[in-house]
């Protein structure tokens, strides 16, 4: 970029109109310092001239007919494929503007292996075409009838449909609008759920069970064998209701997930300290709990594997582990990311389990 051809267009460029002008800096910018070889896309001269891309080729045909710029060395593109590539122009800046320069101008020129700038190459521009004015110039806005000012909406008309009194013009005096008090009696706590965030832990107390219900006590067998049930589906039927049946067993399994949640939280406020983990750490215990007891480990197990992990709330992963030590069987490892089933090996064997001697199996039913 050289600073000759920038001056040229922004103060001395004879241009008819504001397009013209920043057309010719934008090909400004990018020219030598004779105004040559100077190339910006139809795209660039639109956005910068903030107009359309068929006005640009307009001014351009306006800008050639006029001597302002024409069309130079093409092969000054050839670097840019040529189903993009635009048409270099050459600024033909006046060789008497250029004054005591010329000389640089022509010595850079020469490098180049270019002829210099002569009054022939190089002749005055013509100054821009005088504006045309507006056919009403001068001539004063004729009055209008009151009649045509109403229904256009003028000043001087009347609001026959607004409520606002015209009279009132301004002034710092509101409607009265009555006390700063709400009459619909302040927003309302739309939480629902009992479960608090791990930085407010739910407090202990009040008489509630700190351990899960045994799972014979729910009419299930212990030992972590059986298959968590699969969440119903919450399609909506034909009649277009979606489907809420919540049974009896599922409002006891909620209550005793958050009991245990509450009691193992104490537990690790005690031991561990106070919480430092992410904000959904106690909703995360609970689900935990819920699903162990839905897989029908007993509230034994389920408290030895959280001490085993020794965490507030440990992860799925380790949770799992745990489980499967509680209970003495190789748990089953779920696939990253998804939700753990909680199933050993009875549930799916990875080898043959032996056989229980009838002495184990009398100890086992004893154990109960």
Known sequence: MSLDPLLWALKDSPTADTFERLILITFAEKADSDGCNTYPSKATLAKAAMC???????????????????????????????????VVYDLQIPLSWFGH???????????????????????????????????????KRAEVDDEKASSRGDLKSSDSQSPVDLEVRGGTESPERGDSQSAQGGLQDPQIAPIN???????????????????????????????????????????????????????????????????WWDHAQTEFGPWAGAKGGFPMLMGMIKRAAQADYAKEQIWAALVDCGRHVPSAQQFQVALGKAVGKAVQQGRRGA?????????????PAPQPTADELMNALNSR
């Open 52 to 86: 359309d891309e068929k006005t640009v080729g307009r001014k351009l045909a306006q800008l050639r007919q006029r001597g302002l710029i024409a069309e130079g060395d093409q092969s000054a593109a050839r670097h840019i494929p040529e189903r993009y590539r635009p």
């Open 101 to 139: 320069r010329i000389d640089r101008v022509n010595e850079e020129r020469a490098q180049k292996g270019l002829p210099p700038l002569t009054a022939r190459s190089r002749p005055d521009i013509a100054p821009a075409p005088a504006r045309s004015r507006r056919s009403d110039y001068g001539r």
């Open 339 to 351: 939700v753990p089933m909680y199933d050993d090996a009875a549930s799916h064997p990875q080898q």
């Open 197 to 263: 965030l791990p930085g407010n832990p739910p407090p202990s107390g009040g008489g509630v069970d700190v351990h899960l219900q045994p799972a014979a006590e729910r009419g299930v067998p212990a030992g972590g064998d059986g298959k968590p049930s699969r969440p119903k589906s919450t399609k909506k039927d034909p009649a277009g209701r979606r489907r809420a049946t919540r049974t009896a067993e599922e409002e006891m399994l909620d209550q005793l997930a958050q009991a245990g949640a509450k009691a």
